[in-house]
């Protein structure tokens, strides 16, 4: 059956730097694009990037451009977030997920199917 599994969460104080991973097993990964989200306390699951089979096309959301990078690796399965210049808001469990209903946007969770079981990053101030 199909897993993801992530890792790479934990405690880091403001502007310090975590990288998250998400290992996916049961499928041909590069079938497929890829997407992170996150849910803080108290608050709806919000879109963070989406990345394209291939690796070329990636896509942010505006809270996280130009700190977060997201990237594959195909031939390892995984998908990467690259967490740059953390902000205490950006505190929440971080959630992959494989893009399965391509008629949805790149932002809409109802685009996805599989979800990991999530990584929780905590930033203090």
């Known amino acids: 059956q199909v897993q993801l599994v992530e890792s790479g969460g934990g405690l880091v104080q403001a502007g310090g730097s975590l990288r998250l991973s998400c290992a996916a097993s049961?499928?041909?990964?590069?079938?497929?694009?890829m997407g992170w989200f996150r849910q803080a306390p108290g608050k709806d699951r919000e879109y963070v990037a989406a990345i394209s089979r291939s690796g070329i096309r990636t896509y942010y959301a505006d809270s996280v451009k130009g700190r977060f990078t997201i990237s594959r690796d195909n031939a390892k399965n995984t998908v990467y977030l690259q967490m740059n210049s953390l902000k205490p808001e950006d505190t929440a469990v971080y959630y992959c997920a494989i893009k399965r209903f391509p008629s949805y946007g790149d932002s809409d969770p109802r685009g996805y199917d599989y979800w990991g079981q999530g990584a929780t990053v905590t930033v203090s101030s």
């Open positions: 049961g499928l041909t990964f590069s079938n497929y694009n």
